[in-house]
């Protein structure tokens, strides 16, 4: 069975500082990664996807994939109070949907 | 806007009273998920449609039924209720082979059953 592990925190990062969150994942077979925010009583919203080693930058936020070691982590650069959320981690694509992890608590503080 | 779209955003049922739940998408993606989300627990997912095939996961209660009767609708179907099924629930759509385009969610239907 498919497992993705996050640290549920909370995390508390100060504003304006870098914020990393980390994920594992048991299917060593798994090609594709995705990190997810969702905000309290809202629906997930995709923030990256990565599928290759290496890091993957987008505005604020890093995507980095080691997938000998089977890790994914996300890092946001200065921080702000909306980035405050649930930070999930999915695994898989293709038709067969996502696993997800239960998700990392962040709170920016100001 | 192309988007997914789920109604009722939030339901209440009875207990054992049959209740169905709705979601469009003007995506023209060929897959369409239903996940459910409990507190501070991952989305779990519950059975797909890849087009006009329906996989169903092997720990999804029988309670739990989906149709989709055209590229663009699919609901989700609970038959009889319990106070273990109140949830949010996700739905999702995707283009199998896209997998640059992630997934897509809908805003959700929160279940509450009394």
């Known amino acids: 069975q498919k497992e993705v592990e996050q640290n549920s925190g909370p995390l508390s990062v100060p504003e304006g500082a870098i914020a990393s969150l980390n994920c594992t994942y048991s299917d060593r077979g798994s090609q594709s990664f995705f990190w997810y925010r969702q905000y309290s009583g809202k629906s997930p919203e995709l923030i990256m996807f990565i599928y290759s080693n290496g890091d993957k930058e987008d505005g604020r936020f890093t995507a980095q994939l080691n997938k000998a070691s089977q890790y994914v982590s996300l890092l946001i650069r200065d921080s702000q109070p909306s980035d405050s959320a649930t930070y999930l981690c999915?695994?898989?694509?293709?038709?067969?949907?996502?696993?997800f992890g239960k998700g990392t608590h962040l709170i920016i503080q100001p | 806007d192309a988007m997914v779209i789920q109604n009722p955003r939030y339901q209440v049922t009875q207990f054992g009273k049959p209740v169905t739940l709705s979601c469009s998408q003007t995506?023209?993606?060929?897959?369409m998920y239903w996940y459910q989300q409990k507190s501070s627990q991952a989305p779990k997912l519950l059975f797909h449609?890849?087009?006009?095939?329906?996989?169903n996961e092997a720990d999804t209660p029988d309670n739990f039924q989906s149709r989709r009767p055209n590229t663009s609708f699919c609901f989700l179907d609970i038959r009889s209720p319990g106070l273990g099924d109140a949830a949010m629930y996700l739905c999702?759509?995707?283009?199998?082979?896209?997998?640059?385009?992630?997934?897509?969610f809908g805003s959700g239907t929160r279940l509450t059953v009394v």
């Open positions: 999702a759509t995707s283009r199998a082979g896209g997998e640059g385009y992630g997934y897509t």
């Open positions: 999915a695994v898989g694509g293709g038709a067969d949907g996502l696993t």
């Open positions: 449609y890849y087009d006009k095939d329906f996989n």
């Open positions: 995506l023209n993606h060929n897959v």
